[in-house]
């Protein structure tokens, strides 16, 4: 059972690339998560998922695109990184009973991707 | 937006202290959550309470939800514990949390 696991954990790119991160998760979780971490901040919600073929955008969405074809996977995208974009990117899952109360489980977390652009 | 504030920033203590880390937010929430993250980079739940109090091992979890405020102690502290321990909250959505900007613990031998 491995839980959340990111791909790559480390990338460097040129401003203007492009790459795809992707995050897939073994159990079952309905809702997942995609945070950036940057020093002194806490982390910030880029955009999310309540389900397959669902995407909603968090805090911080601008420069970034996302898809969930798959219930257990969950890509991020850089359509054209730029400087600003350097950070660590966490993607988390999370199960759900249903109903009303949506976040109150916890959050499993993969281990990060580590991302940097020149 | 809720604000979640954590004190103090950064601790160092001595093996064997009691450490209380503290974190306070300013809009009601439906359940807080306490998060390790390790010098590894890996981030761990250790608990999530909506009320009164949680322990596991030698950590333990409180909450007042009138005072909008939580804390995490650890009992007998240890070089292990050396960690960034994070608050974050929820908000009854499905829009993910809100996070604290985390307390840097050392624990010194």
């Known amino acids: 059972n491995a839980g959340v696991t990111q791909t790559p954990k480390f990338r460097v790119l040129k401003t203007g690339q492009s790459m795809t991160l992707l995050c897939a998760q073994d159990m079952n979780h309905e809702y997942m998560y995609w945070y950036r971490q940057d020093p002194g901040m806490g982390l910030r919600l880029i955009h999310y998922s309540v389900g397959e073929g669902t995407t909603a955008k968090g805090e911080v969405p601008d420069g970034y695109n996302v898809s969930r074809l798959k219930k257990q996977n969950f890509l991020l995208g850089l359509e054209s990184a730029a400087p600003s974009q350097t950070s660590v990117y966490f993607c988390?899952?999370?199960?759900?009973?249903?109903?009303?109360?949506?976040?109150?489980?916890?959050?499993?977390f993969g281990d990060g991707t580590r991302l940097s652009i020149l | 937006k809720n604000e979640v504030e954590q004190s103090p920033q950064n601790l160092t203590a001595q093996e064997g202290e009691f450490i209380t880390i503290n974190c306070s937010y300013s809009v009601g929430i439906s359940a807080l959550h306490w998060l390790q993250q390790h010098p590894g980079g890996g981030i761990v739940s250790l608990f999530m309470l909506s009320s009164g109090k949680k322990k596991h091992g030698r950590l333990i979890a409180t909450i007042n939800i009138q005072e909008k405020h939580s804390s995490l102690h650890i009992t007998a502290s240890h070089p292990r514990d050396s960690a960034v321990y994070i608050c974050?909250?929820?908000?009854?959505?499905?829009?993910?949390?809100?996070f604290g900007k985390g307390t840097h613990l050392i624990i010194q031998p």
């Open positions: 988390a899952s999370s199960y759900t009973t249903g109903g009303y109360v949506l976040s109150n489980q916890p959050q499993h």
């Open positions: 974050a909250v929820a908000g009854g959505g499905a829009d993910g949390l809100t």
